[in-house]
């Protein structure tokens, strides 16, 4: 419906300044029109246009300046509100594209490419344009549609999705960043960082501003998440042969020393007890490291082995090569 206010006071009439509708009603709204002396339509716009394009300047912005009139970066155009809303070059004609609007009434700013959705849902949409309606109040007697006289802003969403009317719309929260697992972190958000190279970790609260969002550092928003991001990225211990093994390192060759005594094994192991038993286990991370170790350490050779072998004649490398075959032989390694 339409608003009044009245301008000019009459014999009989309420005080000047007062604010009456019509209610819908063709016989008030012709009261109205022909007492326009009286009554001056009042437009209740519950929003503010803080930007907008047309199509007669390549689509460049004209922003909202303190002086409260729209100006392009060249400072070329200085239109008050009213002018962009009446003129032929107008919002409501399509030349004029608003890009971004106010809603008054908590003061949120709306921006085509935003993500938003219908207050009290969960489905977001991008706001892909903004319209100037009036609520539809009905029909009148010649079925004609009949308007309440408010001019509004209808959001329009992506294709086949409709849209809302500004005061039934909210913001959408919209990541910041992700967790390591895949996770959309919001602003506000407890978040847990791991630095992935020394492991050391805290917590924070997401912010458009953290220091803590960067690549050196992996997130979570679950303790038991980062406790075993930690567990499987930290090194337990190094290999004879110089790899580092982790806790996710399901196949490693070990060589157990009891005294003068090696045995080769190999196969999966609980590599916690061979980080805790460090002098009984020689573990490295290839069975051709292990056998060497073995090959090198192991004492198997009897004294008639020894000396069968120093009186053999020819070279140091033919004898070595002769010893190496023959303790081979004995550990029983190929």
Known sequence: MKKYKLIKEYPGSVELGAIRNDCGGPILQKYFTNYSEFWEEVKDHAYQIISFSSNRWNDSLAILDKDGRYATSAGAFGWSLKELLEVGASVKSGDVKIHSVK???????????????????????TITSFRIKQYCIGKDSNNNYLYDGIDRIWIDWEDKYGGNWLEFTEKAKQPIFLTHDGKDIFVGDRIIWVNKDSLLHGVFTADYGSLFCSNQHAYFTSAIDAEDYIKRNKVLFTTEDGVDIYSYDTRVHWVIQDKYEYELNTGRSNVELLQQQPTTYKVFSTKQAAEYYVLVN????????????????????????????????????E
């Open 298 to 333: 192991a004492k198997v050779l009897s004294i008639e082995d020894f000396w069968n072998f120093a009186l053999q004649s020819g070279r140091n490398a033919k004898k070595q090569r002769t010893l190496k075959e023959l303790v081979k032989e004995r550990l029983n390694i």
């Open 103 to 125: 809603r008054l009434s908590d003061g949120e700013i709306f921006t085509i490419g935003d993500k938003a959705k219908t207050t009290g849902k969960d489905h977001s949409h």
